[in-house]
């Protein structure tokens, strides 16, 4: 059994992680690092410090209340927490009276969650919602996932996971039992720009989205679409084919890049590689959506 999990964020009233009104449970800590990631705060297993520029009157009692020394003011970003240093005690967020410091991540009860999911029962229900867990990479913490699975399922509610799948596939085996909709994301076909742009190779996460297709029924497939990194009509017209000929995946969702989550590296202290990258819309998209339709897949 598994008591707990580091958790950093439960979003209610949800509608873009499955269908109908969700509750997402975002776990904290991943092993990818995407250059794009809208979560940055998702990467470290544990407790962080976010900072508020804006809010900052620069007045310097963080760095006073610090007892490991672990903020410095830098030019760039303002009064920033060194992760590697700082013991997670709180106690820069306790003098800072503008709120301009928050911790990011705690580790909470399962059933504490439990009890936070159940609150939007009626949601769910009337909506066809449901829960979603996401990150981060969920399944780094995969023993928590299935408990908390196995508690929604309990509850009637429905179960979707979102996943990069740089996992063995022993964790999708333990897992999927136990999940209505499985959201798997594929970001590139080439394994050595893949991990150019994300720290890992491509082939363990091509493996697992073939095995989970013959397993899971209700299953998409998100490719993220990213200038400079993706957004071309070969690598696109690859990444179909190899879903429309080398697995049993039907259901795929384009996502168009954005930079909403640029505010957060700076927050954390953390050049943004994407800061200069135009957003996307749907319709920049629609080319290639119209490649993956070709070879037979559903495309969104």
């Not at 009276?97 to 609150?119: F, H, P, Q, S, W």
């Not at 981060?136 to 996971?161: I, M, R, W, Y």
Request: proline letters at 5%.
């Amino acid at each position: 059994m598994t008591p707990s999990a580091m958790i950093f964020d439960i979003e209610r009233y949800a509608t873009d992680d499955g269908p109908g009104i969700r509750s997402v449970v975002f776990f904290k800590g991943c092993n990818l690092r995407c250059s794009w990631c809208q979560n940055p705060e998702s990467h470290l297993s544990y407790p962080q410090i976010m900072y508020n520029r804006k809010q900052c009157t620069s007045c310097g009692r963080c760095m006073a209340a610090c007892p490991v020394d672990a903020i410095h003011n830098d030019e760039l970003f303002g009064f920033i927490t060194d992760p590697d240093k700082c013991i997670q005690c709180g106690a820069c967020v306790d003098v800072c009276y503008t709120n301009a410091r928050k911790i990011v991540g705690r580790r909470m009860l399962l059933d504490e969650i439990m009890e936070e999911l159940k609150k939007d029962t009626d949601y769910y229900k009337d909506s066809g919602g449901g829960v979603t867990f996401s990150g981060g990479e969920p399944l780094l913490q995969a023993d928590a996932v299935s408990e908390l699975a196995q508690k929604c399922k309990n509850e009637g509610f429905h179960t979707a996971l979102e996943t990069a799948g740089y996992l063995p596939w022993q964790t999708f085996e333990l897992i999927l039992p136990l999940i209505d909709l499985l959201y798997f994301d594929l970001k590139h076909i080439d394994s050595d720009i893949h991990r150019s742009f994300t720290g890992v190779p491509i082939e363990l996460i091509l493996d697992n989205i073939r095995l989970a297709g013959e397993l899971q029924e209700n299953m998409v497939v998100r490719i993220p679409v990213i200038p400079g990194f993706n957004d071309s009509l070969d690598i696109q017209r690859r990444m179909m084919k190899y879903l429309s000929e080398e697995t049993a995946v039907t259901q795929v969702e384009l996502l168009p890049f954005h930079r909403f989550g640029s505010g957060k590296y700076d927050g954390l202290g953390i050049p943004y590689a994407m800061k200069d990258v135009e957003n996307l819309s749907k319709s920049d998209c629609e080319q290639f959506a119209e490649i993956g339709r070709q070879l037979g897949l559903n495309v969104k």
